[in-house]
């Protein structure tokens, strides 16, 4: 049997869903024209008024959301509510600009409760579990958006946080957590302290682990199951939207579900803005249609990734995504081909002698494009004989090449060499963005 947290909900008939869609949407349209300015005057200049949407087919019309218009109207522009009824403020860094700055009312925590208790029931979860929270607390949606999924669901709720690593191996050990929320890159880095300090998996009562944050490959996923000896789970999500909870996988491990109810998801060509096929990859944008403080609409989230059509053998009715493939921001073009870098992970973590740790340098050097990809061997493949790293290194660009159809470099390092992070991982430096 599937675990499901909230059946009625999660497993309602398609259509039913889709009147809710509708209904929630008609409400939602007219709610941000009248109470936000910057929505009226942008539904205005697409020449479109909330009484032109009367169901979720005429979504199309609206026009999109991009970051641009939360650091045009920064910090509250967009709020649909009065300040005082924000209850919660939490932002984004990102990399580049002014913070992106999101609120919530009390009935969107409860909504966040809602779905982040779907999220981690959906790996069979209930109040007896002991959860430890290791995403950053602060206005990071991590920690505080798995802390109100763990609470909601009743479990003993222990908020970690990030950093110290051999404090948090120790609060493993000894307060029995039975599930663990964190990046995946930080999963790995806690699997690596245990390895160094002799802790094996089976001293810890860890069951599951819901990673997210970041791009990660089954290939990382299968690693992190082996080190920790876990069953892990993908979490999606953005702050624009919600924060964790976007999107979860569920037992069946075959995709991640939209919290459809919540938010509706659209996959369109990022180049015209028109929807594609179902299975075939674009990026996600969602609308908000139950959010109170901040309901955007048609959100172009740079997120690419493809719509499964199957139904899930869950028995979930919510659309199913893939695994996510990247940003389109991400996405790297080395002398006109684009590469993401989950396509370089997952040849790497398919190899052995390799451990999951890479990091990828892009340069320009007399007008052409290199890409070196320098990866860590792991301490029992680690040699001094320059012959064996050179062959295994060969055998790493050989792999790559066949992947991304382009030549790359590729540079073995020594064990622990590359930066550990706690929080999302940074895997890419790009040299050429550095020059310009
Ligand atoms: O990362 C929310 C979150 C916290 C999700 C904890 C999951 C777990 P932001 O900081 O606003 O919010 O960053 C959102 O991170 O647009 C994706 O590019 C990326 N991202 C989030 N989850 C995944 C995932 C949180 N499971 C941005 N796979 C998103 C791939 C992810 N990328």
């Known amino acids: 049997m599937y675990s499901i947290y909230n059946p009625e909900a999660e497993t309602m008939p398609k259509d039913r869903l889709r009147e809710l869609q509708s209904e929630r949407l ?3 349209v007219k709610r941000v024209y009248e109470n936000v300015p910057a929505y ?9 008024r909330p009484e032109d949407i009367k169901s979720i087919e005429d979504l199309t019309k609206l026009p999109f959301t991009y970051k641009q218009d939360l650091r045009d109207n920064y910090p509250y522009g967009l709020f649909a509510v009065p300040m005082d009824d924000i209850v919660r403020i939490h932002a984004s860094s990102g990399t580049t ?3 992106t700055v999101v609120g919530y009312t009390r009935n969107d925590l409860k909504v966040w409760g809602e779905v982040m208790a779907r999220t981690i029931g959906a790996g069979g979860i209930t109040n007896k579990d002991i959860g430890h929270i290791s995403y950053g607390y602060g206005l990071f949606t991590g920690g505080l958006g798995g802390h109100i999924g763990s609470e909601t669901i009743g479990c003993a709720t222990i908020p970690a946080s990030t950093g110290n690593t051999a404090r948090q191996v120790t609060i493993l050990l000894d307060f029995k957590p039975t599930f663990l929320l964190c990046t995946p890159s930080y999963a790995l880095t806690l699997a690596e302290y245990m390895a160094e300090h002799g802790i094996t998996r089976e001293q810890l009562s860890l069951k599951c682990g819901f990673f997210g944050a970041e791009p990660w490959t089954r ?16 979490i999606y999500g953005l702050s624009e939207i919600i924060g964790p909870g976007v999107a979860y996988e569920c037992q069946a491990h075959e995709g991640l579900h939209v919290a459809e109810d919540h938010f509706i998801l659209e996959v369109i060509d990022p180049s015209t803005g028109k929807p594609v096929p179902d299975g075939e990859r674009g990026e996600l944008v969602f609308t908000c249609i139950t959010k109170e403080a901040l309901p955007l609409i048609r959100y172009r989230t740079h997120d690419v990734g493809y719509i499964i059509p199957e139904p899930c053998k869950c028995g979930r009715t919510h659309a199913r ?6 940003r389109t921001d991400d996405m790297l073009i080395i002398r006109g081909v ?13 190899l052995e002698g390799i451990a999951p740790h890479y990091q990828l340098l892009v340069d320009r050097v007399n007008n052409r494009d290199s890409l070196t990809v320098l990866v860590e061997m792991t301490e029992e493949n680690f040699t001094d004989e ?34 550990r992070f706690e929080g999302k991982a940074v895997r890419i430096i790009d040299k050429r963005k550095l020059r310009e």
Do not use: H, W, Y
């Not at 009226?40 to 479109?48: L, P």
């Not at 995504?321 to 990247?326: A, R, T, V």
């Not at 684009?338 to 398919?350: A, D």
């Open 338 to 350: 684009n590469v993401f870098p989950s396509q370089i992970e997952s040849v790497l973590t398919s």
């Open 321 to 326: 995504i893939s695994k996510l493939l990247g």
């Open 40 to 48: 009226r005057k942008k539904f205005d200049e697409a020449g479109v």
């Open 219 to 234: 290939g990382m996923q299968q690693d992190i199951e082996n080190r920790l000896g876990i069953e892990c789970f993908d």
């Open 97 to 99: 600009g002014k913070q």
């Open 26 to 28: 008609v409400r939602t």
């Open 386 to 419: 320059v012959r064996k790293i050179e062959a295994m290194a060969v055998k790493v660009r050989r792999e790559i090449e066949n992947v991304l159809g382009i030549s790359v470099d590729v540079r073995l390092v020594a064990p622990k060499t590359i930066t």
